[in-house]
């Protein structure tokens, strides 16, 4: 995998056996979409993997960049990208699973400009997840939640605090975006 813009545009980054990360092609569509949307903001990868969104999103001008993931290989994975692209000090790695996460940054009232979500597929994380953001609000006023999925997986189009205002497929994938209300 590499990153595809800003800075750090050609570099590569390091994934962990095991992990689906999100193809090239889709996350170029989706830093395409928010590429103006990330500079300067707090970005969260909440299914961090190899941290590819959360580094991305550094590369194109993200301020900080938080990574949560139950995995200690996906986060042994990030430490390395993080170190090798000198992105360390705009970074903060949690290990925790992502529900735990979620009512921890609650908790302390740490909110995100944007949130990642790229849970396993066909598990129903996805829609756990944004259930879950509803009630333990962490998004930021204006944020957006950028989720993506298997074709297959279902997801509401409409919660109380944010609206889908994106939701293209990509062969057996898709990227959906929520901004919140």
């Not at 991305?56 to 900080?64: C, T």
């Amino acid at each position: 995998m590499q990153i595809l813009g800003g800075k750090l545009k050609g570099r590569k980054i390091e994934a962990p056996l095991g992990i689906r990360p999100v193809s090239q092609r889709i996350k170029k569509s989706c830093f395409d979409i928010i590429t103006e949307l990330v500079r300067g903001k707090t970005v969260l990868d909440l299914y961090a993997g190899s941290g590819a969104l959360g580094i991305e999103a550094l590369a194109q001008g993200a301020a900080q960049a938080v990574f949560v993931d139950k995995s200690k290989r996906s986060l042994r994975a990030v430490g390395n990208n993080l170190n090798g692209l000198k992105l360390k000090d705009q970074a903060k790695v949690y290990y925790k699973e992502s529900s735990l996460a979620i009512k921890y940054f609650y908790r302390k009232e740490y909110f995100f400009d944007i949130i990642f979500l790229d849970p396993p597929y066909s598990r129903g994380l996805l829609t756990k997840s944004l259930q879950l953001l509803e009630s333990y609000d962490i998004l930021a006023r204006p944020g957006y939640l950028v989720g993506f999925c298997s074709k297959k997986d279902n997801y509401s189009k409409e919660y109380s605090k944010f609206s889908l205002i994106l939701d293209r497929g990509y062969g057996q994938s898709r990227l959906i975006i929520y901004r919140k209300k």
